[in-house]
């Protein structure tokens, strides 16, 4: 069996072992004789997987008592109309850092006002902006953020505060460090960047944020509905969550989020020492301050060699560190089942080549 070095940005490296143990139970799901997605949703067998998958959510984020997590269809994508679909009546507030943020500022603007709190585009998203520098205007709805920006590698190392409701998008770093869920009165993330598949968002929703509800809205495109009927009011997607679960496991298995946290700063280190001891070689696109222990973006000298880079790098069975082709470049992604040798053979590969041109 070859397994290469996987830097992709999403989907992306899943845990070696949660592999194995999912390929061991897949024609057999907990001694029913049929696999995780040959059974009911609707079984005993399905909800306590469900139930427990919950479960282990709730106590690797410590999420409190007055918070429902869900599971939803449709990918990060989809939240980037929801959230503004019940939540947007007068105006939105957005925290502009990347890609993903501006798509979600557009999409949402179909229901009503939205507007930059603070925002770093003009700097091609190279920072995440300062406090000092926000400004939210009367009447906003909510003000909405992401946590880790995927495209330009950089990532809110802690996170503001606001007199009105604050959301996050957490698709590319949730699970990934420890999190105090009460700061947010809404979390999601799609899983494919760090917890399983892609197909399903895990929706963390405050009980009161659901008194906010704005609009009468398609039964689907309502969080209650996912809520007062757990995620089961159609077919969930049910091998998406039974992999969640599995990587929840793995998680709670090694320590947990605080472990998790440590071990990707280690691994991201020894990346970014690669690029801060290359002498100008490689340029990292992020400020020092605000770089991402996920997506870790960076350019060479030149396109030319830049693609040399990426080629010499497949080469060595480094697979996935072309940039997003909006921005180019070059991009690591170091998400939790990235490695720690995988950080080493990344960073060894690129003082060889710095040498070798
Ligand atoms: C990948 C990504 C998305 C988009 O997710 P889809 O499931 O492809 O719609 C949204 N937000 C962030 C932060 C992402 O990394």
């Not at 009460?182 to 917890?195: L, S, T, W």
Request: aromatic content about 12%.
């Amino acid at each position: 069996m070859k397994r290469v070095y996987n830097f992709n940005a999403g989907p992306s490296a899943m845990p070696l072992e949660v592999l194995k143990e999912v390929q061991d139970e897949f024609l057999d799901f907990n001694g029913t004789g049929m696999s995780i997605v040959e059974i009911s949703h609707r079984s005993a067998a399905y909800q306590a997987m469900q139930d427990d998958t919950v479960a282990m959510l709730k106590k690797l984020l410590a999420v409190p008592d007055d918070y429902h997590i869900v599971f939803i269809q449709g990918g990060g994508s989809m939240q980037f109309t929801m959230h503004a679909a019940n939540f947007l009546k007068t105006r939105g507030g957005y925290l502009n850092t990347g890609v993903w943020s501006n798509k979600a500022m557009e999409a949402a603007s179909f229901f009503g006002e939205t507007y930059e709190v603070a925002s770093s585009k003009a700097d091609g998203f190279s920072y995440i902006p300062k406090a000092d520098t926000f400004a939210v205007k009367e009447g906003t709805d909510y003000v909405y953020m992401t946590s880790n920006n995927t495209i330009h590698g950089t990532e809110w190392k802690t996170f503001p505060s606001f007199d009105v409701p604050l959301f996050c998008d957490m698709s590319s770093d949730f699970l990934s460090r420890p999190v105090d869920v009460k700061q947010f009165d809404f979390i999601y993330a799609g899983v494919q960047k760090n917890v399983g598949p892609a197909g399903v968002v895990v929706a963390i929703i405050k009980d009161d944020l659901l008194k906010n509800v704005c609009r009468d809205l398609p039964v689907m495109m309502q969080y209650k509905t996912y809520v007062d009927h757990d995620s089961t009011y159609n077919t969930p997607p049910v091998f998406n969550i039974y992999f969640v679960n599995k990587v929840s496991h793995w998680l709670d298995r090694n320590g947990g989020l605080a472990a998790m946290a440590k071990c990707n700063q280690e691994k991201a280190a020894i990346v970014y020492d690669a690029i801060d001891s290359s002498d100008g070689f490689y340029r990292g696109h992020a400020a020092v301050d605000s770089r991402s222990l996920m997506n870790v973006t960076f350019n060479l000298p030149t396109p030319d060699l830049e693609a040399q880079f990426i080629a010499a790098a497949a080469e060595q069975d480094l697979i996935g560190i072309k940039g997003h082709r909006s921005i180019g470049g070059c991009r690591a992604s170091i998400y939790n089942a990235v490695t720690e040798e995988g950080c080493r053979a990344l960073a060894d590969f690129m003082k060889d080549f710095h040498k070798k041109h």
